[in-house]
């Protein structure tokens, strides 16, 4: 919106909740369709105090935005650039349509802090690793330019009486409820709407500096929770990059590469849109995983018998939140433990997350699935018991989640089939029947997927290597 005033006398503020996304959802009570209204309330609210309102519409973008421009006689659309592939080619549809008829639309950088060919290495390529990626990241803020914040001067917003002749009256939010296109309001587990965003940073503060020791715990308040605050734009990536910059310690720079790893996987999408339908790496494009449905539902369900899955599953379907370290597990488990291809798992979350964001998603599940850029070596395979006993030593994350496994004592809560009969009839599990057995033995499929992924390499050099020159 700065961008917008800053170079135009008035600017009509416009939303379109476009169906093209929107027909996709599988669940009516998704939670992003209510972190997103409630946000836009917020803005509407801000933009009325200033005699102004939000335009809203609901359809197809690429007919929207040019008719509406037309509306309003608009000589200019300005949008954030988007890096999704789909982003990319509805905003050029946009583009045409819009120059046509003597308009054209401008991106503006804005939810990345550096985007596309701003990192490149010495002789001018994208990067593929993350460490390189990350120095060079840094060399590159060399001016703080990239984190100044500028604020929409809402003087320059249309007045209600000049948006209502040009879109109607009926173009609002309060027209466009959740229940009219088809969803039904939930309860967040996190606040939406900037001043929530800025909030949650300012508490955030207390732990950035211990951010190191506690990151990993997921039975702590140890990271920042602000993933659907960026994804969504309540809160600016450059605010966050100075924040962690000004409070210079360890742990804010800690926290800084996780904010590279952000900008990290939007380059990498970027570059290489085709990630989203095949893996990073070419080995593993041939790759036929074995794994069964059953064993796939299981995952999801929170019902695989490996306590620090199910609970993590079970938070998850109940929040659409996870912790970063539960992601890396489970994500591990359903694709090494498993033999689950990790493009089930991947569309699982983008269908569940609040902080849903295709590339930070494709990145991580293809770095635990050992296909992707710079990704977890496809022989080292995380081993859930002792990820859980590393993380969750005293079991209090397993206990929330996986009430039915609460009477236990000691390790025997991170593998409950370890447990003697007595331990287990004292803590009122009945094996198969209270809690399930483990649905795979892990040592056994831990071998199973080096051996799978070590014949994928193999048969990929080897098809490279008889290929036709
Ligand atoms: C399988 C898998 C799927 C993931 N899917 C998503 C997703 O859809 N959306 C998403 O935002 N993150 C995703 N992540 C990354 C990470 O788990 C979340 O960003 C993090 O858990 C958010 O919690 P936080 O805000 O408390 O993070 P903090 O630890 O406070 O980190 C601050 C910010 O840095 C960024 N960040 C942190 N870790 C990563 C990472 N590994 N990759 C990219 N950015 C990172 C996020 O924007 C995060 O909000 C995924 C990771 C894995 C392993």
Known sequence: MWFATENFAEVAPVFVFDTNILKELQDKDDRRLSFIYKSLEEVDARLREAGSRLTVVYGDPMEWIPRLAAKFGAEEVITARDYEPYAVKRDASVHARLQKEGRSLTTVKDSVVLEQGEVLSKTGTAFRVYSPYARAWRNALVTKRDLIEYEPDFAKMASVQTLDAAFGSSATLAEWTLEKMGFTETDLWIAPGEFAGKARLEQFRRAIDAYEERRNIPDVDGTSILSPHFRFGT????????????????????????????????????????????????????????????????????????????????????????????????????????????????????????????????????????????????????????????????????????????????????????????????????????????????DVMRQKAIDLLAIARKEAKASKETAPT
């Open 235 to 442: 809160i600016s990536i450059r605010s966050a990059v100075r924040f962690a910059l000004e409070r210079g310690s360890d742990g804010a720079d800690k926290w800084l590469a996780e904010l590279i790893w952000r900008d990290f996987y939007q380059d990498i999408l970027a570059n290489n849109p085709h990630v989203v339908a095949q893996s990073f790496d070419p080995a593993y494009r041939e790759l036929d995983y074995p794994g069964r449905e059953d064993h796939y539902l299981a995952w999801e369900q929170g019902q695989t018998g490996y306590p620090i899955i199910d609970a993590a599953m079970r938070m998850f379907n109940a929040t659409g939140w996870m912790h970063n370290r539960l992601r890396m597990v489970v994500a591990s488990f359903l694709t090494k433990d498993l033999l689950v291809d990790y493009r089930k798992g991947e569309a699982y979350f983008a269908r569940k997350l609040l902080d849903f964001d295709l590339a930070s998603n494709n990145g991580g599940w293809q770095w635990a699935a050992s296909t992707g850029c710079d990704p977890q070596p496809y022989f080292r395979i995380f081993n859930p018991m002792s990820q859980s006993e590393k993380f969750d030593g005293e079991g209090n994350f397993i206990r929330k989640w996986c009430p039915e496994l609460a009477g236990l004592t000691g390790k025997s809560i991170h593998a409950p089939w370890t447990a003697t009969p007595m331990e287990l009839r004292a803590a009122g599990i009945d094996l198969g029947e209270t809690y399930p057995h483990p649905i795979v033995q892990h």
